[in-house]
């Protein structure tokens, strides 16, 4: 049984940096796709990014180029996201999720989600 | 990039009734589409993959059909616990861009 165990809610100031852990069981990490997805409150689901271990592969959303990074490692099963230069707009939950990789189109659909991680940016 | 639209962006139904939700890619995507839903308060749950593809375990009054640029999501007969918000994924190539989602509750 496959489950994703995200790290705890965070409160951050405006200009700093956050760094979310994501730690999968019930699976053999390497066959694995993880990608990041964040709501802010009331509002839909946006993508920011996956890594692919396998293919040693990561993408990131135009919308976060250059701001965001994403990082697997194997030895304990865990995929990071930190975001950095955070603003009050990024108030979300940000949750990983798990996909099937595949060699023409990436990260596949999601099929299990952690449960999700609050990061509030507050002065 | 791909932009992902849906309609209609919220809808109210009576128990019974049967719900369609549309979602167009702004480019051919085949059939690497994805629909989630997410009940109030929850993690969004996979519902169907590869446009039709039933993921296991959900009610089969969802179905799903498309290809190219326009999807549709189908609920035979609403039930109450089919209050949610209802997002269509593309995953053809990254960004994997999710719709702005299709809030539906019970009249």
């Known amino acids: 049984q496959v489950e994703l165990v995200q790290s705890g809610a965070e409160v951050k100031k405006p200009g700093s940096s956050v760094k979310v852990s994501c730690r999968a069981s019930?699976?053999?990490?390497?066959?694995?796709?993880f990608t990041w997805v964040r709501q802010a409150p009331g509002q839909g689901l946006e993508w920011m990014g996956e890594i692919i271990p396998m293919f040693e592969t990561t993408n990131y959303a135009p919308h976060f180029q250059g701001r965001v990074t994403i990082v697997a490692d194997e030895s304990t099963s865990s995929t990071f996201l930190e975001l950095s230069s955070l603003t009050s707009e990024d108030t979300a939950v940000y949750y990983c999720a798990s996909a099937r990789p595949n060699p023409l189109v990436g990260a596949e659909f999601l099929q299990h989600w952690g449960q999700g991680t609050l990061v509030a940016v507050s002065s | 990039d791909i932009q992902m639209t849906q309609s209609p962006s919220s809808l109210s139904a009576s128990v019974g009734d049967r719900v369609i939700i549309t979602c167009r890619a702004s480019?051919?995507?085949?059939?690497?589409l994805a629909w989630y839903q997410q009940k109030p308060g929850k993690v969004p749950k996979l519902l169907i993959f590869a446009a039709s593809t039933l993921q296991s375990g959900v009610p089969s009054r969802f179905s799903g059909s498309g290809s190219g640029t326009d999807f549709t999501l189908t609920i035979s007969s609403l039930q109450p616990e089919d209050v949610a918000t209802y997002y269509c994924?593309?995953?053809?190539?990254?960004?994997?861009?999710f719709g702005p989602g299709t809030k539906v509750d019970i009249k």
């Open positions: 994924q593309k995953y053809n190539s990254a960004p994997n861009t």
């Open positions: 019930g699976v053999t990490f390497q066959n694995y796709a």
């Open positions: 480019q051919g995507i085949s059939n690497y």
